[in-house]
């Protein structure tokens, strides 16, 4: 078997990879142009986070180690943690960020070769950006209206003599650079300024046109009329430019006593962290360029030139306009569930057998509704749930508060941690906490990621309990985009496991063992490997073995070495890994029984399944976690087993589905590459159709069978 370091790839660069499938699709020529233009903006969306997160880690990692020592041991803990996790051979190799900004500078140009080609394409449909020098004089006099009444009350120009007083400018935020020629000197010598642009103007400013959709800049519109910012004082030059700032940052919760506090300051440090990356107009001057750099300390490599508009993530909004539905998408709506189609309450249908949906092919209301229900309903004494990354405005919420003032037990357990969604977790905790909920902050050195609500029933028989367990978010509105699984349950069994699991991490006692269900950072991996196990045992006695899984990302070495002594035994696994797989497939003696693949569509792979043959047991299960070292180890988790014939014959159509993709899925190589699946012989399969299809023909055949029903209309009794 190949040595330690040579046996996985490496986690960054399989990033990478995923982003660039993604960046294929917004190349693609056969796509809705509005479509392409989506996915270019996710690709920068995507890279903005890997470089803040990611590469701001390691850029961390190799600060501390260069400042503090050489050993490991004497890093902090979650630097480690960080280093064992991220890199095929557990260390941090040698040129590793440079290696890494690279292949981004790669990924940049690119993005901006194809946002040339969706311009041109866009020009043809009449929308487009325009320079402000080929505007018209009405439309030149319209745009300086929109500076005088809309722009100019708003910006403040910020004077720069020094790095010493440098603006602290926010991460991600645009700005423009001037760079003016002094008025105190009559040499060539000039000073700097800094305008940030307001978030709240919009990037994209409309312009009257006698037809289609034309737009310029709002950057480009400030720099036209700069002189009436600086009256009286020539202007040299000017830049846009935007600044990434460390994103890595995390609370040391052994020596906090508030938490919510804590989590404030965490995120005001990431507002003042150090650049690590600094985007700017190609044309900008060397003069322009060298004092940026000196003021923000940022390396060669960490400067991105670009030959076009800062921030390609903005135009999200142009690709979600509404109307020019010839340039989208076909639209696909969520279906109704069969079992959801009749107005009768959630917890009568639920009390008869599971309900699993799969979102967003099936309507995520039904989610919404057993958590409204449930505040409304008399009989509910108690409502137990998690809360990771909600929407503003959440209506799961607003019914939890709602459910508490109408004195009903409710618990909420708020991940603060959650990142980039912390600032509304804080709002969303502190909002509940007035309404009367019980709200938890997380748990001491763990992130709560499981999905879980518990509903408490008081009915005839005594207590009831309901329960929802998923494995994406309350979020109603991701769940228009992400394709995950809802399980509704009343089994007694999984019922007892809800009340032990809200138990233990809301009553600062360990974890137990459960009936049904497994949790991380406890048993779930111990589980997992248990069960690949288990097939490569059955395998060597000459018994039917296979492994059958769908995750978001791959990279746990344990996990990845059981799987790697299975295929070695025989066992025939398919892996269908959205993002970050760390296993090389394909290696002779080693994963030669292995294959991964990957699908990239109009909606986010998400759901989390595994099945296991068992010897003919057919063990499926759904899970909130990835099979990586943070959800495994260092997060709670919960991973269901999908138990009742109906549900399960869901999951294995899902699961199968992902295989025979023939024109959204790539073949992960053992080198780390990807190639395009093609379809054989002209017959084509698209998993996210084909499972689309079949929602629309289950919602059709329950319309028409509830059609046949004939329902009479009773006397009302009550009427007197």
Request: charged share 30%; with cysteine; proline share 4%.
């Amino acid at each position: 078997m190949p040595l330690r370091s040579n046996r996985f790839l490496d986690r960054e660069f399989s990033w990478i990879e995923f982003n660039l499938r993604v960046l294929g699709e917004a190349e693609n020529e056969k796509l809705p142009i509005l479509e392409r233009l989506k996915f270019l903006a996710i690709t920068s969306t995507n890279l903005d986070e890997f470089l803040m997160v990611r590469v701001g880690g390691i850029r961390r990692i190799s600060v501390l180690k260069q400042t503090e020592t050489s050993s490991e041991e004497h890093l902090p803990e979650s630097v480690r943690l960080r280093l064992n996790e991220g890199f095929s051979s557990g260390k941090l190799s040698t040129g590793q960020l440079e290696k890494i900004h690279k292949k981004c500078h790669e990924m940049v140009s690119r993005q901006y070769k194809c946002l040339l080609d969706i311009e041109k394409v866009l020009s043809e449909h009449e929308i487009r950006r325009v320079d402000v020098e080929s505007l018209s004089q009405e439309q030149f006099n319209y745009i300086e209206k929109i500076f005088d009444t809309e722009i100019y009350p708003v910006i403040t120009p910020m004077a720069v003599s020094s790095a010493e007083d440098f603006p602290l400018l926010p991460g991600l935020s645009l700005n423009i650079g001037v760079r003016l020629k002094s008025r105190e000197k009559n040499d060539d010598s000039f000073r700097f300024a800094v305008i940030p642009l307001p978030k709240r103007i919009p990037r994209f400013v409309s312009i009257p046109c006698d037809k289609g959709d034309y737009f310029v800049l709002l950057e480009d519109v400030i720099c036209t009329f700069i002189d009436r910012l600086f009256p009286g004082e020539p202007t040299i030059e000017q830049f846009p430019f935007r600044i990434t700032r460390n994103a890595d940052l995390s609370v040391s919760e052994d020596q906090i006593s508030d938490f919510l506090e804590e989590m404030k300051e965490v995120l005001i440090a990431r507002k003042i962290s150090d650049c690590i990356r600094l985007e700017i107009d190609r044309g900008i001057s060397e003069t322009s360029l060298d004092f940026l750099i000196g003021v923000l300390k940022i390396s060669e490599d960490e400067i991105y030139s670009v030959s076009g508009p800062i921030n390609l993530g903005a135009y999200m909004v142009i690709a979600s306009r509404q109307g020019a539905v010839n340039l989208k998408y076909e639209p696909w709506l969520p279906q109704i569930h069969p079992d959801t189609i009749s107005d009768t309450p959630l917890v009568e249908i639920i009390s008869q057998r599971d309900v699993i949906f799969f979102h967003p092919y099936q309507s995520f209301d039904p989610v919404v509704r057993l958590i409204n229900e449930a505040a409304d309903d008399p009989d509910v004494i108690a409502i137990k749930q998690t809360l990771y990354r909600t929407s503003e405005g959440s209506p799961i919420v607003e019914a939890l508060a709602r459910a508490a003032a109408l004195e009903k037990h409710v618990t909420a357990l708020v991940e603060l941690k959650a990142r980039f969604d912390e600032a509304r977790n804080i709002e969303w905790a502190q909002s509940l906490e007035r309404s009367g909920v019980q709200v938890i902050y997380g748990l001491r050195g763990l992130k709560v990621h499981a999905k879980i609500c518990l509903i408490v029933r008081r009915e005839a028989n005594g207590i009831r309990r309901y329960v929802h367990f998923g494995t994406g978010n309350y979020n109603e509105k991701t769940a228009k985009m992400y394709c995950d699984i809802s399980l509704m349950t009343s089994s007694e069994e999984f019922g007892v496991d809800a009340s032990a699991f809200f138990n233990a991490i809301c009553g600062y006692s360990q974890q137990v063992r459960y009936n049904r269900i497994e949790a991380a950072p406890t048993g779930m991996k111990k589980k997992l490997i248990d069960l690949i196990e288990s097939e490569a045992e059955r395998s060597k006695r000459g018994q039917s073995a296979k492994i059958l899984a769908k995750i978001n990302s791959l990279v746990d070495t344990d996990v990845i070495d059981a799987l790697y002594k299975a295929s070695s035994a025989g066992v025939k696994v398919f892996l269908n890994v959205r993002g970050i797989c760390c296993l090389k497939p394909g290696i002779k003696g080693m994963s030669e029984n292995i294959k991964v693949v990957s699908i990239v569509d109009r909606f986010l792979e998400h759901a989390r399944i595994a099945y296991f043959k068992h010897g003919g047991e057919d063990l499926i299960y759904i899970s909130s976690a990835d099979w990586m070292p943070r959800n495994l180890d260092r997060r709670v988790e919960l991973m269901i087993p999908v138990e009742q014939p109906h549900c399960r014959q869901r999951i294995m159509e899902i699961l199968e589905s992902a295989f025979r993709d023939n024109t959204q899925s790539h073949l992960l190589e053992s080198d780390g590459s990807y190639c395009k699946i093609k379809s054989a012989h002209g017959k084509e399969f698209r998993s996210q159709e084909h499972l689309y299809k079949i929602a629309c023909d289950m919602a059709k055949a329950a319309a028409k069978e509830q059609r046949r029903i004939f329902e009479p209309q009773l006397p009302n009794t009550r009427r007197k």
